[in-house]
């Protein structure tokens, strides 16, 4: 019976520590890191500020998981469209397009993915999610090497150069101003056209990279 | 004479923030941001701690100007490159080659200006020099589709393609796990033909993303 109460309190304590995640996410995806408050993911959560210090040592420390998480997510969204079906052109065509517009789709959490300015700790998680990325249109590179769709050539180098120009182009665009690193108030949403305008042209310049092919 | 005494001591004053900036320059290109200290620089001057304080308001500001001052070299560089004689695909290739070059030649300094996680500020000046190379690029990218050297594009998203590709190209080979984000203790020093090895690639990618033609 005591054993059952304690598996008990771990299930409610893992429950609670998901939903503070749930809503730190949400925070995020609203204003960015940078508007992001603990009292204010407190409260969406329903518990008191106390209780997000219990699951998460600081305020870093939170926000860093939110980083992991969504990241991850996107991560493992290319992942699945690079183990689809067709030529490596062909799948690296279509990874490369939904990484763009899922991130046009959700510009602020995209934002803070991938550019807002933010603690060297997140930056830290940055960097090594840029290089997951990196890994995985690698294998694909590689294997279109192997099987005679692409022209050799260093394939972790063009992979770096795939995530680097997506990444990039997709900065200005998600920023409000398209010049300075601060914080859309009221992010712009761009239409399925102007979200189709923007990402063409980075397309084609990723598929000429790698192809050497005039798209 | 008094007016006389104020112009020397402004002199004065102007030649001891000069020679700050050039002491914390050489401290960030020897050990990168992180490393980097207040004491370490204000002994490297011959001037006290406090007097670093006097003309510089925080660390922070203090290495915001080193970071502005040697990304503004970097970007200077990339304009004369880009000012140079030829096609557009030349001058791109030339300004490509040189910033990669000297990146490779300096890896502390660039990976402290391209990649090192840095305070939010600094940040935040990492984008907008980011978007000064982009602009140095689409001209010429412009200038080639104008001429007939290039075909037609979206000039600015090739060239924030561009400055993407190559930067996170430059990440991994900067940093010295290839991996992580620390900064090398003793930072490698590539040969010149690991660097040419190195700088090939991306150089073609690049190429091939803006002309469309297999290099």
Request: hydrophobic share 40%.
């Amino acid at each position: 019976m005591a054993y059952r109460e304690t598996e008990k309190m771990r299930l409610r304590k893992a429950e609670v520590r998901e939903r503070i995640l749930d809503c730190a996410l949400q925070s995020v995806s609203e204003g960015g890191f940078r508007n992001a408050q603990i009292n204010q993911v407190a409260e969406m959560a329903g518990v008191a500020t106390g209780t997000v210090y219990r699951h998460f040592e600081s305020k870093t420390e939170l926000f860093a998981e939110v980083f992991r998480r969504a990241t991850e997510r996107e991560v493992d969204k290319v992942a699945e469209a690079l183990a689809g079906p067709g030529h490596a052109a062909e799948r690296l065509e279509r990874a490369l397009r939904q990484f763009a517009e899922r991130a046009l789709h959700g510009p602020v959490m995209a934002w803070s993915l991938i550019a807002e300015p933010v603690d060297p700790r997140v930056e830290g998680e940055r960097l090594e999610y840029r290089r997951a990325y990196a890994e995985h249109f690698e294998r694909a590179i590689g294997e279109g090497i192997e099987e005679g769709s692409l022209p050799p050539q260093d394939a972790r180098l063009s992979a770096t150069c795939l995530v680097g120009a997506i990444a990039e182009s997709l900065v200005g665009p998600l920023s409000p101003t398209q010049r300075t690193p601060t914080l859309p108030e009221q992010p712009a949403t761009l239409s399925d056209g102007q979200i189709q305008t923007l990402i063409e042209p980075i397309i084609t310049f990723c598929l000429q990279g790698v192809t050497g092919q005039r798209r």
